[in-house]
């Protein structure tokens, strides 16, 4: 990461693990590890841990974010959340395109711009989720995937609002397997995107412009991922269930 043009992201995805009371108790575990951090922290929780979250991190440095909304403000969408419910508790953050949501749950580049766009609206800071599978990229499509997913998802996005977004590159083959991408395959694809955004914005936008790394970043590869100039924080999964491996990555990213 380049800590002289952008500031890294640490942000935990919790998916669907702990209770309200598990919550606490995590919380109440990492804020003692991560508040001298000279980067952004992030824990992403269910819905149902939002509040517990936000009332656990007040008057500290970490930030609560969501694992996703609807597009919609209100309406007959049974089981979903707006962004204004979330911003009404104090949310901060959302998770978007996560690619387990578009595996198990038909979420489409389509519904996931939808999706941004209704965020950035109400006020989140948006976590957009890109990658390829790995079929994807044994047939050495990696980039166009990670272009289409992001040129959609960015539909109608200003410059201005751009500023509230960050991309977290994510390869499907890479999360929940214990897989990792190389640093040097992960900073590929990371440069990859960083000209895109230069080439949909430009330049200026794209060096302020903040992505992470989303495949099964852990306590022992984060200080080599995070190393790599345009790897600028991680969206960590089963590590950010864990107090300890979490503030190791946090602390990888405050070198």
Known sequence: MNKKLRKAVIAGNWKMNKTPVETAELIGNIKPLVKNADCDVVVCVPYVNLQTAIQCTEGTNIKV????????????FTGEISPQMLTSIGVEYVIIGHSERRQYFGETDETVSMRVNAALKAGLQVILCVGESLEQ???NITFEIVSMQT??????????DLKNVIIAYEPVWA???????????ANEVNSFIRELIADLYNTKAANAFVIQYGGSMNAENAAE???QEDIDGGLIGGA??????????VEAASR
Do not use: M, Y
């Open 240 to 249: 950010s269930l864990k107090a300890p491996d979490f503030a190791k990555i």
């Open 175 to 185: 999360i929940g397997t214990g897989k990792t991408a190389t640093a040097k395959q």
């Open 137 to 139: 990229r044994e047939k």
């Open 151 to 160: 040129k959609i998802a960015l539909q109608n996005v200003s410059e201005e």
């Open 65 to 76: 974010g969501a694992e996703n909304c609807h597009w919609a403000e209100s309406g007959a």
């Open 225 to 227: 991922l995070l190393d």
